[in-house]
């Protein structure tokens, strides 16, 4: 099954990990290398990923069967822990690819970024940030439900302590919120979790005694769709919806958004990114590939409900983030807004649907991550997020000017560049849903409108106008780093906004398949 | 001979008074005493209750209540050494750096 | 043939480029600018040769580039087109865009970032383009918002100025307001098509949804009590989308402030090619408006009550570049009433004329703010007449076309969109229209007599004439503004020809004394407001007030300030939102949704504080609780084992 025939998928989870692991033989006190190395392995990381949708199959040769699990591709299975039947299983579809193509992408740019940015214990921040990337890409990758835990908890330890040991003034407070929001959500997850495993080791172990249990993912979705395992209604949605709170929590769905601004204010820029970059991403992947395919006739049942609090998250997103006078606020409010389009793509449960919110998801990191990046290069400058005290920086940093401008477009939905082709991709889904129809997209089409509103305004402070501020009058523009962050962050933003039909392509089989199964589970049931 | 009711109500004397040195005496010393006293009053009424019993099962375990008191104290003295050296009291009342 | 379309909207795009990515000195980035659409321009003769070559019926020419967006049943090509209609919009688009490149080189000479300017410059004229070559709608919406983005940047373009950023964003949001329709139309369309195309591609593919609008005849949606006929829904959804672009109201409000652009960026995005925009699209659409009996009412009167309105505050202006800004407004209206009466050849027309002779107006005023050291206050002007001989000519030739006068090119459009009310009964539109018409005359002469005739008020600058390279173009268009009607003279009718394959309309009637009363009043009215305003001339004072102000007093402030309708829309909507966004932003977010979840944590936390009080640390006290505990259970025993 495996096209490559050595264990590509571990080599590319690993390889951070053993960074990790390398750094830690070098001095403390030698940042300079303690950066290269990330930087290094980071790099590496992204290279070995490309290979991933060069020998990806867009129409694998085993057809998507009704009722059969998701066809993998790269796949590893080893036993890991028999007694419970879990196993350390990896493999990727076309929902998972570009996801960890984003993560390994991005992965080479925070390190870039925090050149300039992180001074204090650089060893260990490194470390923190490769493991993090081990840990992201393990979620995306993970085919066993616990191992899919594990590396699911996992992000949550490095990050906390990005946040609490290289935040700003009030680090601890949002560090410590949230671990335990975040972690209460997924508790939950774990419980539902084990009384999934359970169900089934009792469902099938009444037909084949002696069966141990698994956590196989596919092997719940086989047993499920063949009837082997059958879930009642009021247990199916109460499974759904610990599944659902969890990676609500994580998206951060309206309205579990309230960690997300204090997190992001207080992280450093690194973890900014990777936090709007990647992390928000483990929510909408865990929908899409969990409850999605897990509980179909509860997606369902719940679809427009979340879709409701969805649009409330776009329009609530984009106002709250037009009244922010903090930079890096305004651009986590807006991650509010973006993400609720990717919820609302997931649940209008169609292939417009769900491949727009795929690509939504991809487009959020990599124009959020430019925004925080954006921040970080002014915060390194003057020390301060205020808008207010910004201002007529188009003269004095043309280069970093245009850049901004070409990001906050992005994020704004312009035609021609990647965010509009999810954001309309996503409302064509919703518009065609018929879980959902028009009065959703009436209002999410407002949040379109608030989003330029919002962008505009953070631009127009910050580069229009008339040089304020005398100490904004000499700024240095953009150096190299920088400048290699900002352009390599632009190659992909303009070429899926002139070329999205490459990466639907890469997603299409999967979702098809997806939403296949969905349409078959709603007429079954 | 001597009705079994007579240890029982020896014995039941005998723990009270324990109960009463742990709760009301604040020297650590004599707490340990009093825990001694409950643990052998327990050991008569077992002892009381084999021979009338004519059975093995509750002498066997007045052996084992003979050991752990034993190593009870072993352990407490220990503990209450170390307390002493630190503190330079053996008052239970002074040691409460566990409040929450 | 196909590679020759594509061309040319990939010249200025190569421009745009070049001008972003290699050059760096000023006499380059204008020569190359210029240059490209130069060649874009001769490039779009070419084609439309090739176009006349066909027979009338075969005249489009579909282009696919690649598949643009491709998930599930939704596909939209990367495909543009080229067709009579699309021919006569890129000759405006190239052809003035070319003449604004250079007079820029003028214009712009000695700017510090003149080089951004021609690549914006150059943008725009490419989305422009793909605007009106696109065979789909999400294409056109590229270009759509693209022209929007250059708006932007170029409205902004001396963003040193507090003005210029606010108007810059002003024009963008106000545009998306309209965009976000579009967008709704966009995909009711896709709904009830299954494709954006316009057209099919000749190939045998699927034919596009203006083929088949009667698909969708009588087909309804909506409540049961108040049904509407999808054809109603998505042209009327189209008709906000335009509202926005082509500033009618109720959204007309950004386009006076965007004045605060350079001015050849005026004359070009605000008059004579952006904003013509929302016209394009309802002509390129005009079978679903016409599909609707409802939508096309609408759209008349909108025009119609743009027109007035705007035609009305025009006159009341003192800026030199918003007389016409609001002038601009109001021939829009014009146009678009066309389009709601089924004039779509008159409004394509008027579309064309307009494009020539208000390019050519608002050129001349950019000459004469070049020419008096940036001065745009008409009460500082006067008497330039014999100072800037060549841009007084162009200016009142200009300003006679746009008033309608005999024969210039204005007169034949505007005619016959007047004829067309009258010819098919819609007399509240034609006298709306008429008293515009004779509104135009008015606030025209009476700019032409503030800024040229008199006396110099404001002796602060000595005024002078503008070089060459900005008056030759000025030239060239006031040519084009003498003749500009020959393309659809009455009695030629080429321009109804050539558009025949695309709106299917015949040519109308000549309407001998409507053209004649309409000219005596044009002329009649011109010169009453030459005569007022020159006459009263010494009543004029910089910073005073207008000498009509004394006989009609608050109107003429109501007039001033386009009756108040951005006021109104500055004290409801934006304040509004604003005191919403503070008040979800600063009291909700924190208090309500966030207070929430703090206070399920506060709760655990002072829970757990009241659990800690009963661990004193005291060791008797937890044995006496231990001992209570143990009697209570023993307690319990005995109870329950009586």
Request: neutral net charge; charged residues 10%; aromatic residues 12%.
């Amino acid at each position: 099954m495996n096209q490559l025939g050595f264990p590509l998928l571990s080599l590319i989870l690993w390889l951070p990990a053993a960074g990790a692991l390398a750094l830690l033989f070098v001095p403390r006190a030698n940042a300079g290398l303690a950066r290269q190395v990330s930087l290094a392995t980071m790099i590496a990381t992204f290279l070995l990923s490309l290979l991933l949708p060069l020998r990806f199959e867009t129409n694998p040769m085993q057809m998507a069967v009704v009722g059969a699990p998701p066809v993998m591709q790269f796949v590893e299975e080893v036993p890991w822990l028999p007694i419970v039947g879990a196993t350390y299983s990896l493999g990727i579809d076309g929902i998972s690819l570009w996801l960890v193509m984003l993560t390994t992408f991005l992965g080479p740019i925070v390190t870039l970024s925090t050149w300039d940015s992180v001074h204090k214990d650089v060893r260990n921040f490194q470390i923190l940030l490769l493991i993090l990337q081990t840990a992201m890409i393990g979620v995306f990758v993970a085919q066993d439900l616990l191992l899919f835990y594990l590396f699911w908890e996992f992000t949550l330890i490095p990050m906390t302590f990005l946040i609490g040991i290289w935040g700003s003034q009030n680090r601890i407070y949002a560090a410590r919120k949230f671990f335990l929001y975040t972690f209460a959500g997924s508790v939950l997850m774990l419980l539902a979790l084990i009384a999934l495993h359970i169900l089934h080791r009792d469902a099938i172990a009444a037909v084949e005694p002696g069966f141990r249990g698994t956590f196989s993912f596919s092997q719940f979705v086989s047993d499920l769709r063949a009837g082997r395992l059958t879930l009642d209604t009021t247990t199916e949605r109460l499974l759904f919806g610990a599944f659902f709170l969890a990676f609500a929590v994580k998206v951060p769905l309206w309205p579990f958004h309230t960690w997300l601004p204090d997190a992001h204010v207080e992280a450093p820029t690194a973890g900014s990114v990777v936090l709007a970059g990647v992390l928000l991403k483990l929510g909408g992947y865990g929908m899409i590939r969990y409850n999605l395919t897990l509980f179909p006739a509860a997606s369902q049942w719940a679809a427009p409900a979340l879709a409701v609090l969805a649009v409330i998250g776009i329009i609530y997103g984009a106002a709250v983030a037009f009244a922010q006078s903090d930079m890096k606020k305004l651009v986590a409010y807006s991650s509010v807004s973006h993400m609720g389009f990717v919820v609302l793509g997931i649940f209008a449960l169609n292939a417009e649907g769900i491949s727009g919110a795929l690509l939504q998801m991809v487009n959020h990191g990599l124009s959020t991550s430019a925004l925080f990046l954006m921040v970080g290069v002014l915060y390194e400058r003057r020390h301060t997020r205020e808008l207010a005290e910004y201002g007529g920086l188009w003269k004095v940093m043309p280069v970093f000017a245009a850049f901004s401008l070409l990001v906050a477009l992005s994020s704004a939905g312009l035609p021609g560049l990647n965010g509009f082709v999810g954001e309309f991709t996503i409302i064509t889904g919703a518009f065609r849903s018929p879980l959902l129809g028009w009065i959703y997209v009436a209002f999410a089409v407002g949040g379109v409108v608030l989003a330029a509103a919002y962008l505009l305004k953070l631009f127009r402070s910050v580069f229009m106008g008339d040089v304020s501020q005398p100490a904004n009058a000499t700024l240095p523009d953009l150096n190299r780093r920088e400048l290699t962050a900002f352009a390599l962050l632009s190659i992909p933003i303009v070429v899926i906004g002139v070329y999205p039909a490459f990466f639907f392509a890469g997603m299409q089989h999967s979702v098809a398949a997806l939403v296949a199964d969905l349409i078959a589970q709603a007429a079954g049931s | 001979m001597v009705p079994t009711s007579y240890y029982i109500l020896l014995s039941a004397i005998l723990f009270t008074i324990g109960v009463l040195g742990v709760l009301l005496r604040r020297n650590a010393i004599v707490v340990f005493m009093s825990v001694e006293l409950m643990l052998n009053a327990a050991n008569l009424a077992l002892v009381a209750f084999a021979r009338e019993q004519l059975g093995v099962e509750a002498q066997v375990l007045v052996f084992f209540v003979i050991t752990v008191a034993a190593a009870e104290v072993a352990v407490g003295l220990a503990l209450l050494v170390a307390i002493f050296r630190t503190k330079r009291t053996a008052d239970v009342d002074e040691v409460s750096t566990l409040k929450g | 043939m196909e590679l020759l379309i594509w061309l040319i909207p990939l010249l200025p795009f190569i421009g745009f480029l070049l001008n972003v990515f290699v050059i760096r000195r000023e006499r380059e980035a204008g020569l190359v600018a210029s240059g490209v659409v130069v060649a874009a321009f001769v490039v779009t003769l070419i084609a439309v040769a090739m176009l006349a070559g066909m027979p009338p019926e075969e005249r489009r020419i579909v282009s696919t580039a690649w598949e643009w967006i491709n998930t599930g049943s939704f596909r939209v090509p990367f495909a543009i087109m080229f067709d009579p209609l699309t021919a006569v919009m890129a000759l405006l688009i190239t052809g003035v865009g070319a003449l604004i490149h250079i007079y820029s080189i003028g214009y712009m000479h000695g700017d510090p970032r003149v080089v951004r300017y021609f690549a914006y410059l150059n943008l725009f004229v490419t989305m422009m383009l793909f605007l009106v070559m696109a065979n789909n709608l999400l294409l056109l919406f590229l270009g759509w918002e693209g022209v929007g983005l250059c708006s932007f940047l170029l409205i902004g373009f001396w963003f040193e100025r507090k003005s210029a950023g606010e108007a810059a964003v002003k024009a963008f949001i106000v545009n998306r307001i309209g965009d976000a329709a579009f967008i709704l139309a966009m995909l009711a369309v896709f709904t009830y098509f299954g494709t954006l195309n316009f057209y099919g591609d000749g190939e045998g593919g699927q034919i596009g949804f203006l083929e088949r609008v009667s698909d969708i005849a009588g087909l309804r949606i909506g409540p049961d009590w108040q049904p509407i006929f999808v054809s109603t829904a998505i042209s009327f959804l189209l008709l906000i989308g335009a509202t926005g672009k082509s500033a009618q109201f109720p959204l007309f409000v950004w386009l006076p402030d965007a004045m605060a652009g350079p001015t050849p960026v005026s004359a070009l995005i605000h008059a004579a090619t952006m904003v013509t925009g929302g016209v394009y699209l309802m002509a390129r659409t005009e079978a679903l408006f016409t599909a609707s009996f409802t939508t096309q009412g609408w759209v008349a009167w909108i025009g119609a009550v743009t027109a007035l309105l705007a035609g009305t505050a025009a006159m009341a202006q003192w800026d030199i570049k918003r007389v016409l800004a609001y002038s601009t407004v109001s021939q829009l209206g014009f146009m678009v009433a066309a389009c709601g009466m089924g004039a779509y050849v008159a409004a394509i027309f008027h579309l064309l004329t307009h494009g020539i002779f208000k390019a050519l107006l608002f050129l001349a005023a950019g000459s004469v703010i070049h020419g008096t050291h940036d001065t745009q206050d008409m009460r500082r002007m006067g008497g330039l007449k014999d100072a800037m001989p060549i841009t007084f000519r162009t200016y009142v030739i200009g300003a006679l076309a746009l008033a309608g006068i005999v024969p210039l090119a204005g007169f034949w459009s505007k005619d016959e969109i007047l004829a067309h009310a009258i010819s098919h009964g819609h007399t509240p539109i034609f006298i709306i229209l008429f008293l515009t018409s004779l509104l135009t005359a008015f606030y025209m002469g009476r700019q032409v007599a503030l800024v040229f005739f008199g006396t110099q008020r404001d002796p602060g600058y000595h005024p002078h004439e503008s070089p060459a390279i900005m008056t030759v173009p000025l030239i060239v268009l006031a040519v084009g503004a003498v003749i500009g009607g020959v393309i659809n003279l009455p009695v030629l009718h080429w321009l109804t020809d050539w558009l025949e394959p695309v709106l299917h309309e015949k040519a109308g009637e000549f309407n001998i004394w409507l053209a004649l009363i309409a000219t005596i009043g044009a002329v009649g009215t011109g010169y009453l407001g030459w005569w007022v305003y020159t006459t009263n001339a010494a009543r004029i004072k910089i910073g005073g007030k207008d000498p009509a102000y004394r006989y009609s007093g608050d109107i003429w402030e109501g007039m001033e300030e386009a009756w108040y309708l951005d006021r109104l829309y500055q004290r409801t909507v934006v304040a509004g939102f604003e005191q919403l966004a503070n008040f979800l932003a600063r009291v909700f977010d924190p208090q309500g949704v966030d207070g929430l979840v703090m206070g399920i944590g506060r709760f655990f936390g002072g829970l757990a504080n009241g659990v800690r009080a009963l661990q004193t640390g005291y060791v008797r006290t937890y044995a006496l609780v231990f001992t209570v505990g143990v009697l209570l259970v023993l307690g319990v025993m005995l109870w329950f084992a009586r």
